[in-house]
Structure formats: C-alpha cells, structure tokens
C-alpha cells in the first residue's frame, strides 16, 4: 500500500514561501493498494494536481473517492480535477453520507449568478454513488476499508485499510476527548489497535486548544496519546493549521518525538508533506 499526499493542509488553503516543506493544498490523499487501484480520500485543493498526475498515466482514470465529510476545504478542488472532463472517467463515490451532495453543491449557482460556469451535470465523468461504507466495511479487491465516526461538527468519517502488507488508519478533522459526544477517545483507540501507520489530524498545540475546544480538531498531546495507547508503529501528523508555518510544524513534531520517548515507545513520527508518497 502506497499513501501520497497531495494535500495536507486543513480550513483554507495556504500557499506561499512559509509552506513549502509541508504543502499549502487542502485534503487529498492518493491510496495505492496492493492490487495497483486507486484510492482518493476527499477533493481539497490538492486533487487539482492529483488529476494532472493521473491523465499522464496509462488506462483510463477509474478510482474511488471516499468522502471524510464535506466542508469547504474538503471539496473545493473537485471542480479543477481534469478527470471530470474525460468521457472514460469513472469516480465511485462512497463514505460520508452527504459526500455528493457536498461535491454537487461546490457547481451549484441558484444562489447567486455567476457563481460558477460549468453545472454538475455538464461533466463527461461517468460518477456513481455507492454507501456501503455507511452501512458497513468495503472491500476493494484484497483490501478491506472499514469507517468510524469523526468527532467534529455536522460528523463525518475515518477509514481504516487494511491487507496483507499492512494497515492504515486515516482520521483528518477528528477532536479526540474523553468526554466526546457519543464517540469517546477509547473509542478510536479500539478502531487504531495495532496499525502499521495513523494519519490523523493534529492542527493545534495544547496551548491552543482552550479557546478551539469543539471546533472539531486534535492536539499534538491528544494525538501522541491516541498512537501510543493504540500501540501505532508511525504516526503521520495531518491537516496543518493553515497559519502554521514549516519551522513551526517541524517543532510539532520534535515535540511530539520528546513525548513519545517519555513514554518508553518506538513509533517512528513524521508530519504529511504534500508530493510525499510512503510505503506499508
């Protein structure tokens, strides 16, 4: 299994000289499994250059996109995804339960003209919407996708993979806390048991996270704590605060290897960089 990222920054997209380690682009994440299909988690920024990169390759472009949840910095890039616009393009979407209706709303102009040029219904993209994830786990050829519940305002969803290589935890836009409501941090710690890698969000510091409780993001102590009492082996720090810069984001994660060592653990710790492909 191979995760590249082509988006790893979180709210707004964020480009500019103090971002270029870690990325500007908002989620996308790009999942090659081991039978050699793809899989793309959400449509931020990032899947602009996502779809450049998959019109270059050979055979047409057929993956499918699993939907965290649909807030803005989640679906703005998928009108620039240049698939769309291929008649042999085929895009199962599946995950969050209001995935389409938050990648149709980005082409909707009945609020305002001119808010966009192109309809849904103009794409030559052969779209179909699936919900298995839903109601239960995916299987996609030997891999098998499992979801839980996010903590974060109007939900959404993570994802587990798992195969014969190995497993991967995804959880972006997700607030871990003891007191969640009906999804408590014990909760997420069964779903990570034993993973190979967790991606998972860390937008703040725990100085931070007094004024931004509720919001729907997590903390580099409330992060390092999910991945050590999971027993993760590396932990892949996601969805960068959008005024956060690199040298700062470098500092998050000395800080979070100093914790992880005070712990008596080994859990190799890294953040996302965008145009990063790792390997289970």
């Not at 190995?166 to 959880?171: E, H, I, K, R």
């Not at 999804?183 to 967790?198: K, N, Q, S, Y």
């Not at 008596?264 to 960089?273: C, D, F, K, P």
Request: charged residues 25%; negative net charge; contains cysteine.
């Amino acid at each position: 299994m191979e995760i590249t990222f082509w988006g790893t920054r979180g709210s707004i997209a964020s480009p500019g000289p103090d971002t270029v380690i870690f990325g500007g682009n908002t989620t996308c994440v790009e999942i090659t499994l081991s039978s050699g299909r793809t899989v793309v988690i959400d449509a931020g920024t990032g899947i602009r250059a996502l779809g450049g990169s998959l019109s270059k390759r050979d055979g047409r472009v057929d993956i499918h996109l699993l939907m965290t949840h649909v807030h803005l910095d989640h679906v703005a890039g998928f009108p620039f995804f240049s698939p769309l616009f291929d008649r042999k393009t085929r895009i199962v979407v599946d995950g969050f339960h209001k995935g389409i209706e938050g990648l149709r709303g980005v082409f909707r102009r009945n609020h305002l003209d001119g808010t966009w040029p192109v309809a849904f219904d103009d794409l030559q993209a052969h779209i179909e919407v699936d919900d298995r994830l839903g109601k239960g786990e995916l299987t996609i050829d030997d891999t098998t996708v499992e979801s839980h519940i996010l903590q974060h305002p109007q939900g959404g969803l993570g994802y587990r993979f798992t195969e014969d290589s190995g497993s991967l935890v995804f959880l972006t836009d997700n607030e871990l806390r003891d007191d969640g409501k009906g999804i408590g941090f014990r909760d997420f710690v069964t779903f990570c048991r034993g993973a190979d890698m967790l991606v998972h969000d860390c937008q703040y510091i725990p100085e931070e996270m007094e004024i931004r409780r509720g919001w729907g993001h997590s903390d580099t102590e409330s992060v390092v704590r999910l991945a050590v009492e999971a027993g993760v082996k590396h932990l892949v720090l996601f969805h960068h605060d959008p005024w956060r810069k690199d040298r700062q984001i470098m500092a998050m994660v000395d800080r979070c290897s100093r914790a992880i060592d005070k712990a008596g653990v080994s859990i190799l710790v890294e953040a996302a960089r965008e145009g990063v492909t790792l390997r289970i």
